[in-house]
């Protein structure tokens, strides 16, 4: 347990890997159990979370949830972070029997995640906000000369809201190096490919003209995910960073790696099973 983050630490990087492997099983657990879980969405930043929460970047304390002395991770694609519930359970923010409820009737563990979720937030269901939100919590932080670092989770498809570009201006402008965007770039949106209906490319590049810090990675290499955060939270040179993880809507299921209706079809449960059973 370190004493700073108040969390398992994994150092080495196959005991990493191995985590997210246990997550992303976990994940299709809980989505067998609670099948109105948006799966294909939640399963592309496995690798992401994994490295914030054990690879001894965020500073947390599952304690002590609200802790002045926490970073913040805003997760704004809300409904795609059901991985993050074995995550959560894991660290002991709640315990390990709320994954066995998740969307039943009296279960805090929703289809969508709320904030009266241990290690939430904020609210997480309107897609757009997170960004924002960040962003006004980061220029407070500066402001009261609080050295705590800010991230914020999002989808790519989620980067069509105009409400993230001003708030792409605004912490540029505010000079916030202690703001980190990671955007889960699966190239999947709701309905379709985001390149079919707004094109982010080249995504660095237009982040980097409005005065962003842009770095790019392998989303599922978990190593290479925590190396970039660690990176990015030890850089403080006025800018505002972002961490481009190229990941696959789905991955691991056959039905819906990467395919362009993903996020709103299910696998069949037997598919399930028999992952689950391949997995053991």
């Known amino acids: 347990m370190d004493i700073l983050t108040g969390q398992r630490v994994i150092e080495d990087t196959a005991a990493l890997r191995d985590k ?7 994940t299709l657990r809980v989505h067998r159990r609670a099948p109105e879980t948006r799966i294909a969405s939640s399963l592309s930043p496995v690798e992401i979370f994994v490295a914030l929460y054990y690879g001894g970047v965020l500073r947390t304390d599952p304690g002590a ?5 926490r970073d913040r991770c805003i997760i704004s ?4 972070s059901i991985c993050m519930y074995p995550i959560l359970a894991d ?10 409820r998740v969307c039943r009737p009296g279960s805090f ?3 969508i995640p709320d904030p009266v979720i241990p290690g939430y937030e904020t609210v997480n269901g309107s897609l757009g906000h997170g960004l924002g939100v960040a962003a006004g919590v980061a220029l407070a932080l500066k402001r009261r000369r609080v050295e705590r ?12 809201e105009g409400a993230n570009w001003e708030a792409i201006m605004f912490a540029s402008q505010h000079r916030l190096d202690n703001l980190h965007l990671i955007v889960d770039d699966n190239r999947i949106a709701m309905l379709g490919r985001t390149d079919d209906i707004v094109s982010h490319d080249p995504l660095a590049e237009r982040l980097a003209a409005f005065g962003w810090d842009p770095d790019e990675v392998d989303g599922h290499d978990v190593g290479a995910v925590r190396a970039a955060l660690r990176r990015m939270k030890a850089t403080r040179e006025g800018q505002p960073k972002a961490l481009i993880a ?6 691991g299921v056959p039905d819906l790696e990467d395919a362009q209706l993903s996020h709103v079809i299910n696998p069949r449960p037997e598919l399930i099973d028999s992952l689950l059973e391949a997995a053991r």
Not at 77 to 80: F, M, R
Request: net charge neutral.
């Open 91 to 100: 660290l002991g923010f709640f315990p390990m029997a709320e994954l066995e």
């Open 149 to 160: 670092s800010v991230f914020v989770v999002t989808g790519d498809g989620e980067l069509h």
């Open 20 to 26: 997210a492997a246990w997550v992303w099983r976990e």
């Open 246 to 251: 190229r990941t696959r809507k789905g991955r």
């Open 65 to 69: 949830p609200l802790s002045p002395e």
């Open 77 to 80: 694609k809300g409904h795609g």
């Open 109 to 111: 563990l929703g289809g």
